[in-house]
DNA sequence: AAGTGGTCTAGACCACGTT
DNA sequence: ACGTGGTCTAGACCACTTT
């Protein structure tokens, strides 16, 4: 068995030039995984082959699939449903609706936000924006700006950057059309989905725009949300910079 | 193999009345493991009895202890060392110190603070306090004020509220005797292990106390972050109410 | 009844750290 | 050499969902 092990990370290590070189087989079982969940094999809300039929296709044991399966549940890349089978990750499930929107009412449970885009222009990456989104500065860009309103309360502006060269097409008119989350348009529209964000917090005095775009006192302190969002593999797909009305909202946050 | 699984499974429900009635075995595994870190068996920073100790002593295989022990350290509980144990966590680990502790520079690598503790009074516990630690309207508390510096700059004024029947003997010397991490120091002398915390964080005008304390301007904005911290099995034991000035440094977070 | 994930076991071997 | 956790396997049975 080990000898069979050994040459598996051989031809692990001459097949795949991303995967790591010498690797526990659950963590080559879990690159593979996310290759194929990378390449579209299996959409946002489908099932994967069943725990036995991938171990037949990797040619382990299923203990091995669980393990890497487990590991990709637990990072929100997949999801286990018992008797039912094991599914990609989707923005569009209500019950991760609140996973990337944390502001949660001083009073009574989260409610969804109504969104409303203002601007939807393409420009060119500043240094700032390309490397954020890990492209060259003046490469094509598409900037957003859209209003959250809780129960009509215009509540967040966010400034959205998205590399032109995947989000082709997009357009306020698109924006405006869906109800869903945005995350849940680009994984139907665009085929990207959204798997990790880095968040940096801070408090400022509201912005001229942004003060009269949320209806409030410029100011005002606003809570800014400089937010880097990640596709399956760490890749960067989404610069956001959102400012917060935090009186009747708080951003929640749990430490472990 | 059935039918003992199910006789452990009565037991369990016989001899704690905490237990969960009917759970795997490796989830009363789980719980006989915090009960044991909670009654102090084993003190932060010690190794826990190895798999096959466990494994003989709760009657169960070494892979259901494993599974046990592996969810504890996937919640910070417990961590591995591969070749030497597993131990109990602590604040006092250099690894963990930024755990809690999430502002980073807008430059550079996260430093340690410089902590200082302005006053440390007792009171009584008001509707507020009392509801978030769990405790009665007018049960003692012990109230701090202290100020965090990185690089000699003030940054942070924390108000701390901490259960009087646990904290007994705490003094403002006491805690400006410790270098390190507060955390840390309550392990070491109240044997309270902080385990996980929820925070909302909002942005507001400076009170004009905290501006004095923090030698700002008052009005500027301030992130303010409302903690209550718990320890094993979820019973709160900490209230802070922190006001960050985040010009120089921000919150980071993680979106999973 | 059949298929899925969930739990539990027993045993082999590997990797790491200490003695 | 020994003890620790880490990986992998094979097989049994349970719990849930659908046919």
Redesign the pocket.
Known sequence: ??D??RAR?AVAELSSSTAAA????????KALLVKSLDAGEWKPGE?????????ARF?????????A??EL?AENLLF???????FVATHLEPRVRFRFLRLAPNEGEPEPAQSLVLECRRIRASADTARALEIKSGDPVVALRRKLSFANIPTVIDDIYLPGAIFKGLTADLLNGYSGPLYGMFETEFGINMVRADEKIRAVVAPQDIAVALGVTPSIPLLCVERISYTYGNRPVELRIGHYVTDEYYYRNSLN
Do not use: H
Not at 22 to 29: A, E, K, N
Not at 47 to 55: D, K, R, T, Y
Not at 59 to 67: C, D, I, L, N, P
């Open positions: 068995m080990s069979n092990l990370i010498f690797s526990p087989l659950y963590q080559q079982i099932s994967i082959p069943s725990e036995i039929e991938l171990a040619q382990v044991s299923q203990g091995t699939v669980r393990k399966v487990d549940a286990r449903r018992q008797g039912k089978g094991t």
